[in-house]
């Protein structure tokens, strides 16, 4: 499985890092990466009511879902990440425009994210080939 890693910036001057964890053990790498000491792990994702789930920390957020996840799954917790962002930056009003487009670029990112995972774990290895002289 690919190596977790945070997602690209909405805008330059993001101050919010963004990660997407399909894992539990994911999840507990991007913490690592965020300099966090990871919590427990029984609801790091679904707790029998959600299918996905943002976890914010003070200028972290790391959303969890199974690579089963569907894309309007994932653009859900795009507002919610999107909404985090506005009060991390003090806009808690921005405008609709504004706020159409940067769940917009969220969603490509979390869906990008997943459908990568997705292709990595469908993938399999090519059939070694023996350098041996027979």
Not at 8 to 25: D, H, M, N, R
Not at 26 to 50: P, Y
Request: charged residues 25%.
């Amino acid at each position: 499985m690919k190596k977790a890693k945070w997602l690209e910036k909405v805008f330059l001057g993001q101050p919010t890092k963004i990660g997407y964890a399909s894992t539990p053990e994911e999840f507990i790498e991007l913490q690592r990466l965020a300099g966090l000491s990871h919590g427990e792990m029984d609801n790091w994702c679904c707790d029998g009511r959600t299918l996905a789930m943002m976890h914010y920390y003070d200028g972290v957020i790391i959303v969890c879902s199974p690579l089963s996840a569907c894309d309007s799954t994932l653009v859900h917790e795009a507002v919610h990440v999107f909404q985090r962002m506005m009060l991390d930056i003090g806009e808690p009003q921005a405008g609709h425009e504004i706020e159409a487009y940067f769940i917009q670029a969220i969603s490509e990112q979390l869906i990008k994210a997943r459908d990568e995972k997705r292709a990595l774990l469908h993938k399999t290895p090519k059939a070694r080939v023996s350098t041996k002289p027979k």
